[in-house]
């Protein structure tokens, strides 16, 4: 648990890496509720966004492109085709999804936003353990759209076909914001369960009941014949309970 205090204020130490240097609105709420709690922090996230890029056409979209447009609202066809007025290279038409990294304290905890992510849409989120046991859960989402829009400089489609694009990329944009809102409400949810079940505090007593049962376990299978005993019946029941809600 020290060891994750340190990492957890080392990464909130750390100046906002993004481009505009801060956090997305809706993202924000998310970020605020989770580091607000010692077994979470977060490490990026992003509202989702549409965006239009130009690139000198290598394949290295991030590294050698200029932004023409990026909004994490529903855009319109005229911001695009100012965008378009721009270009020199390949240019890029994007919508891309809600995401959220999350730094988790226990596996447990992590299982906790893997399934609040996927009952709330984000169907691409994932649980992965690095090194020195770090764990990471990413919310993530697949309703993504990428499609090129003109060839050095030159424009490829028409303007109908832009106009279309624009109404499915904020067709994706309101399901988006649904979803947020929906793992925003879930979280809070599973959170206050989680906290009932266990305040703060009471992290090394839920430790013990593991560690109970599973002594209990072996003795069970050292001797079957043993009869159970109350405080063991008890200590289960809770541990139980506590892996429903987890």
């Keep these: 648990m020290a060891a994750f205090a340190r990492r957890k204020a080392q990464q909130l130490a750390r100046p906002d890496p993004s481009r505009k240097r801060a956090l997305d609105a809706r993202a924000a709420e998310l970020v605020r509720l989770l580091n607000a709690r010692e077994r979470f922090c977060t490490t990026s996230s992003c509202d989702g966004r549409v965006t239009v890029t130009d690139t000198d056409g290598t394949g290295t979209q991030k590294e050698n492109c200029t932004w023409l447009l990026v909004t994490h609202d529903p855009c319109v066809k005229g911001d695009v085709m100012t965008a378009l007025e721009k270009a020199t290279g390949d240019v890029v038409f994007k919508f891309e999804p809600f995401v959220l990294h999350v730094l988790c304290r226990e596996l447990q905890d992590a299982q906790l936003l893997h399934s609040v992510a996927i009952d709330s849409g984000f169907r691409n989120s994932g649980i992965t353990v690095g090194r020195g046991g770090k764990i990471t859960m990413a919310v993530r989402s697949t309703h993504c759209l990428e499609v090129p829009l003109s060839r050095k400089g030159r424009l490829m489609v028409s ?82 309970f506590a892996e429903i809600m987890i």
């Design 159 to 240: 303007e109908e076909y832009i106009e279309f694009l624009v109404h499915v990329a904020n067709q994706k944009m309101e399901e988006n914001i649904r979803r947020i809102d929906r793992f925003h409400k879930g979280l809070e949810l599973a959170l206050e369960a989680a906290d009932t079940l266990f305040p703060k505090g009471a992290e090394k007593s839920r430790s013990v009941y593991v560690r109970r049962r599973k002594r209990r376990t072996a003795q069970e299978q050292a001797d079957p014949s043993r009869e159970l005993e109350p405080q063991d019946d008890t200590e289960s029941t809770l541990d139980l």
